[in-house]
């Protein structure tokens, strides 16, 4: 069965950095699109990042371009999520998702909080 | 971007009922619609893409209708494993964007 494993929240200080991982196991890791979504209690569920299967077309919301880095690493099932310069409003929970069309599949979320 | 918005925020249903979800977007998106079940604790589940194509697996009690602007997620007979918040979500352009969900609670 699908199985998307997060890793790599936590604490971290306004300004910091963290890299998020998620294991993808049960399909064709290649065959699919992957995406990041974050959720929140205020602003809902908001999609960050898209990658495609080779990793030649990727996209971003505004809120995090230029700060956030998605990538994946195809011969180890794993998509990434580098955050830089990280601000109190990205604190949320990550979830990957597979990804075609649309998120068919989600894990089960990591959690990331920004704090001094 | 485009807006979603969902009605009504949330509802109080019986076992049994017939319940009936809307979902608007602020511009056309063809059917690039997909809707999902969210229980407390748990991920989002997909139930609907292509907004009428019920994902493999989920229960024919679910449906969903509409295009251009204007959709419905039907729950032909709430049952107690239905009671969850719903969001629609449009894929016809970047940025993906999400409805603020429906919570269905138990009257």
């Known amino acids: 069965q699908v199985q998307l494993v997060e890793s790599g929240g936590g604490l971290v200080k306004p300004g910091g950095s963290l890299r998020l991982s998620c294991v993808a196991s049960?399909?064709?890791?290649?065959?699919?699109?992957m995406s990041w979504i974050r959720q929140t209690p205020g602003k809902g569920l908001e999609w960050v990042a898209y990658?495609?299967?080779?990793?030649?077309?990727?996209f971003y919301a505004d809120s995090v371009k230029g700060r956030f880095t998605i990538s994946r690493d195809n011969t180890e099932n794993s998509l990434y999520l580098q955050m830089n310069r990280l601000r109190a409003e990205d604190t949320a929970l990550y979830y990957c998702?597979?990804?075609?069309?649309?998120?068919?599949?989600w894990g089960q979320g990591s959690l990331v909080t920004v704090s001094s | 971007d485009i807006q979603m918005t969902q009605s009504p925020s949330s509802l109080s249903a019986s076992v049994g009922d017939r319940v009936t979800i809307s979902c608007r977007a602020s511009?056309?998106?063809?059917?690039?619609l997909a809707w999902f079940q969210q229980k407390p604790g748990e991920a989002p589940k997909s139930l609907i893409y292509?907004?009428?194509t019920l994902q493999s697996g989920v229960p024919s009690k679910f449906s969903g209708s509409g295009s251009d602007t204007d959709f419905t997620l039907t729950i032909s007979s709430l049952q107690p494993e239905d009671f969850a918040t719903y969001y629609c979500?449009?894929?016809?352009?970047?940025?993906?964007?999400f409805g603020p969900g429906t919570k269905v609670d138990i009257k």
């Open positions: 049960g399909y064709t890791f290649t065959d699919y699109f």
């Open positions: 990658i495609s299967s080779s990793g030649g077309a990727i």
């Open positions: 998702a597979r990804s075609d069309a649309y998120p068919d599949f």
């Open positions: 511009q056309g998106i063809s059917n690039y």
């Open positions: 979500q449009q894929y016809y352009s970047y940025p993906w964007t």
């Open positions: 292509d907004a009428s």
